[in-house]
T-cell receptor
């Protein structure tokens, strides 16, 4: 049974810091890994999708990497801003659209 | 991509009643899903809403409790039946589209059962 874990569970950093969020999964037979952002009381916003054949994806200040063999992904946020404060979720899929979500990292960026 | 709307955005309901949540997509999609996010928890898939056939439920979820309709390729409803306080959650609709199995989510419906 696939399990997805995210470390740390919560993180508080001063504005401007570069930071790394970690995601690990127990079954390496995945098709996709997707990173989402969730703002309090709101739905999810897709940030980056990495297919199993890819090693990383970049969008603006965000970079996500995938090491499928070791069951790990990282989300790197450069020059963090208060507007980045949110919960970040990673999720994996076997190519069925049925995503299994991680436990989330609550990020707070202090001005 | 897809733009998804949900109604209602939030509701407070009494124990024993039922609530129907609507999900509308701005384009035709094959795959629609319903997720639940309990307080302080991550998302759990409830079911896949299949157009023209019965929904496919994940382990731990049953049709009598969470009946789902999918009358066409842009719309679905999820009913939470005979509610108890344990049903207090955010319910999210999502769609899968494109060749890369990317998912897009609606804004969610925050349900509180008293």
């Amino acid at each position: 049974k696939q399990e997805v874990t995210q470390i740390p569970a919560a993180l508080s950093v001063p504005e401007g810091e570069n930071l790394v969020l970690n995601c690990s999964f127990t079954d390496s037979a995945i098709y996709n890994l997707q990173w989402f952002r969730q703002d309090p009381g709101k739905g999810l916003t897709s940030l980056l999708l990495i297919q199993s054949s890819q090693r990383e994806q970049t969008s603006g200040r965000l970079n996500a990497s995938l090491d499928k063999s070791s069951g790990r992904s990282t989300l790197y946020i450069a020059a963090s801003q208060p507007g980045d404060s949110a919960t970040y979720l990673c999720a994996v899929d076997r190519g069925t659209y049925k995503y299994i979500f991680g436990t989330g990292t609550r990020l707070k960026v202090l001005a | 991509s897809a733009v998804i709307s949900q109604k209602p955005s939030r509701d407070i309901c009494q124990r024993g009643t039922s609530l129907t949540i609507q999900c509308q997509v701005d384009s035709q999609v094959t795959m629609m899903f319903w997720y639940r996010q309990q307080p302080g928890q991550s998302l759990t898939l409830i079911a896949t809403a299949n157009q023209g056939s019965e929904a496919t439920y994940e382990s731990g979820f049953v049709i009598d409790k969470f009946p789902i309709s999918r009358p066409n390729l842009t719309f679905s409803t999820l009913t939470v039946s005979n509610m108890s306080p344990e049903d207090s959650s955010i319910y999210l609709c999502s769609v899968g589209t494109g060749g890369e199995y990317e998912q897009y989510f609606g804004p969610g419906t925050r349900l509180t059962v008293t």
